[in-house]
């Protein structure tokens, strides 16, 4: 979601009095939602023009929509300005939502500052439920984000963490403090878009640093998408030329990309198939019925990037962040990866199948701190009934998995870092299990774990192996900050700087 919604949360309810008088005098207000439906889910008291906006204010969101679903129950309905939208806060709801209604729930939302970011072009995220999804979806799946796939971008990952490991090294040798929210970004961030053009494009740093800007004006939650209707609230949000800036700017680097990649191919130069390769060789392919398009591609492209590099890297970050405020845990993942690895000098891939106790790690984080804590927002297709209410056609549904990760009766000490708590239970992330969804679930789950599992797995692996870590200036574990930032994903808000150390040889 955009990552300048308290600015508008605060913009929305400054401006809501001037609002009120302008909007209330050119058009008729907003329904309710789902004005005219029969037994709504109950709700918060609302302000006119603004909805709900007020109760998010000043708080991240999953945490003021955690604290208003005690109030108000695992079900609840806000507006937010005029979107109506339905909130699950439990795995009850959650299952209901993804699972008995998994069909009538698995659109997104498409908001108006993003169909001026897509402009028709379809990708996959924000696809509407449909043939195009569909398809895209399968070419993702089958194609893009195979467990084959993945397992071919292998020396990518591996040397990417190669550089990662030197950039700490070299801290260490110093005895410097290193800035690992920073590294991993950068780890991950160069390894997907690696693999995604391959790593001959020459200008593949300014690509990076132009993706990764248009990271920032993500649209979804921007003043012209939560008030539709209003030209005003257009006429004051600086999105729209952000957005028009951006997309002229990437067109042109993805139209070199694109030409590049036919060039080579045409001259038979490279055998190395990156995904990009993989989506004009099905370009060729698929049928004519529906054709993909050269602008599918460029929104897939696009989709690949922005889905797979901040969420994986935020995972990685919290780990290390929860691995240092848990000396126990630290030692035993480590422990653990020193022993598997003993006698060799590199962290490779093929020697991580033999860990068990570091992927509880990831599980544990995973349920304490998903990545996207509201998953991505899905739109009810058909009017139906969850736990007993009445949804109408065209809500927007937010599933509020961070809250559910840590849902009292169904998690034991719930804001406890606890990875052994897997150990007992066996619950996964693959879906099933609606109590732990931090890739979503249903149709729309996410295709890409296994890709972004990869990168986390070997440079945590890594990390713990080869090093071990101090916080800064003598800092107590219980001091180190895991306040949470606002942004597309939920990071770190301060970036995890740390003492990396070699550790003397036991051997
Ligand atoms: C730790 C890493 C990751 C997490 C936690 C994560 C989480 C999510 C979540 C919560 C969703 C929405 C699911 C729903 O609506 O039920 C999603 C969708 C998606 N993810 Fe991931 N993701 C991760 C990595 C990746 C990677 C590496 C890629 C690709 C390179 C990727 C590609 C996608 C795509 C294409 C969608 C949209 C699927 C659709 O709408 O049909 N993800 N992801």
């Keep these: 979601m955009a990552a300048d919604l308290p600015v508008y949360l605060l913009l929305a309810v400054l401006l809501a009095i001037p609002l009120v008088l302008f909007i209330a005098r050119t058009r008729p207000a907003p329904r309710s939602p789902g004005a005219g439906a029969g037994r709504l889910p109950p709700g918060p008291w ?41 909130v699950a806060s439990s795995p009850d709801a959650a299952r209901e939502v993804m699972r008995t209604h998994d069909a009538a729930f698995a659109s997104r939302p498409l908001s108006p500052m993003q169909e001026l970011a897509y402009q028709g072009a379809e990708g996959v995220i924000f696809a509407p439920y449909g043939e195009g999804w569909r398809r895209l979806r399968s070419i993702c799946t089958l194609e893009l984000l195979s467990a084959r796939r993945v397992q071919s971008f292998r020396a990518v990952r591996e040397d990417e963490a190669g550089r990662l490991l030197r950039a700490v090294a070299a801290a260490a040798a110093a005895a410097a403090p290193v800035n690992l929210s920073e590294r991993v970004a950068a780890y991950v961030a160069d390894s997907t878009v690696r693999a995604i053009i391959g790593s001959r494009f020459e200008h593949r740093d300014a690509y990076l640093r132009m993706l990764q800007e248009g990271l920032k004006i993500v649209p979804g939650m921007t003043l012209p998408d939560l008030f539709p209707s209003s030209h005003l609230a257009r006429l004051l949000s600086r999105v729209p030329a952000q957005i028009e800036g951006h997309r002229r700017g990437m067109r042109q680097f993805i139209d070199t990309i694109i030409a590049e990649h036919r060039e080579s191919r045409a ?38 990037f922005g889905a797979g590099s901040e969420t994986s890297a935020t995972t990685l970050q919290w780990a290390m962040a929860e691995l240092l405020r848990n000396p126990r845990v630290m030692r035993k993942a480590q422990d653990e990866v020193r022993r598997a690895l003993a ?53 927007m549904v937010i599933v509020n998995a961070w809250a559910i990760g840590r849902y009292p009766g169904h998690w034991d000490r719930p804001d406890e870092f606890s ?7 066996g619950r996964d992330f693959r879906g099933t299990d609606f109590e732990f969804i931090p890739f979503g679930a249903g149709r729309r789950m996410c295709p890409g774990m296994a890709f972004g599992l990869a990168h986390v797995e070997l440079a945590l692996a890594a990390l713990l192996f080869h090093f071990d870590w101090e916080l800064p200036g003598g800092m107590a574990a219980e001091e180190l900050d895991m306040t949470e930032a606002f ?7 301060s970036d995890l700087v740390v003492v990396p150390r070699v550790p003397v040889s036991t051997g």
């Design 267 to 304: 001259s038979g130069n490279d055998n190395d198939e990156d995904l990009l390769d993989v989506l004009l060789r099905l370009q060729k392919e698929v049928d004519s019925q529906y054709p993909l398009t050269t602008e599918n591609i460029k929104t897939v492209m696009l989709d690949m």
């Design 419 to 425: 990875p052994e708590r897997f150990e007992e239970s």
């Design 343 to 395: 006698g060799h000098d590199k962290v490779t891939e093929d020697k991580l199948a033999s860990l068990h106790y570091l992927p509880l790690v990831i599980k544990e984080t995973l349920r304490l701190h998903p990545p996207a804590p509201l998953l991505l927002p899905r739109r009810c297709g058909s009017a139906c009934r969850v736990l007993g209410f009445d949804i109408p056609e065209g809500t």
């Design 487 to 493: 942004g597309v994903t939920t990071q770190l808000r």
């Design 46 to 86: 609302a302000l006119p023009v603004i909805g709900h906006l007020h109760h998010l204010a000043g708080a991240l969101p999953h945490r003021a929509l955690r604290d208003l679903a005690r109030r108000h129950g695992p079900l609840m309905a806000l507006r937010l300005g005029e979107l109506p939208v339905a």
